[in-house]
């Protein structure tokens, strides 16, 4: 289960400008729905799901999670819960389908220690 941070970094979500903290935390179910790896997500009463621009987020999914029901089993997934994610991959899955996060969802991962930025090394990472 324990996969090595190279490849996270590979997937394109995480980005290597700070080093991360990462968790695995269990999946809420989700029959239907499929997550993809940069989604936001909320924690509740210990299981994760995705957040939308009303709630607080909690970690970005690191690993695509297939729909799943509660008779399937434990799903568990990887999360940043401390690090930098590159802003083009994150995902708002709050609703039915796939969104770009808005402002106020984005602005709120500083909050809880994910920082978004750009997808490579710019002038702008040394500021």
């Given at each position: 289960m324990n996969k090595s941070v190279e490849v996270y970094l590979d997937r394109g979500v995480l980005h290597p400008g700070h080093p991360p903290i990462i968790a695995y935390g269990v999946m809420a179910v989700s029959a239907?729905?499929?997550?993809?790896?940069?989604?936001?997500?909320?924690?509740?009463?210990?299981?994760?799901?995705?957040?939308?621009?009303?709630?607080?987020?909690?970690?970005?999914?690191?690993?695509?999670?297939?729909?799943?029901?509660?008779?399937?089993?434990?799903?568990?997934?990887?999360?940043?819960?401390?690090?930098?994610?590159?802003?083009?991959?994150?995902i708002d899955h709050s609703g039915s389908v796939d969104a770009t996060p808005n402002a106020t969802l984005?602005?709120?991962?500083?909050?809880?220690?994910?920082?978004?930025?750009q997808a490579g090394w710019t002038s702008s990472n040394f500021c």
């Open positions: 239907n729905k499929e997550l993809k790896a940069g989604t936001i997500l909320q924690e509740s009463n210990g299981e994760y799901s995705p957040c939308g621009s009303s709630g607080t987020p909690a970690g970005v999914l690191l690993d695509d999670v297939a729909a799943h029901t509660a008779s399937d089993g434990t799903v568990t997934a990887a999360i940043l819960k401390h690090g930098m994610a590159v802003e083009s991959r994150l984005v602005n709120k991962l500083p909050g809880v220690g994910i920082f978004p930025c």
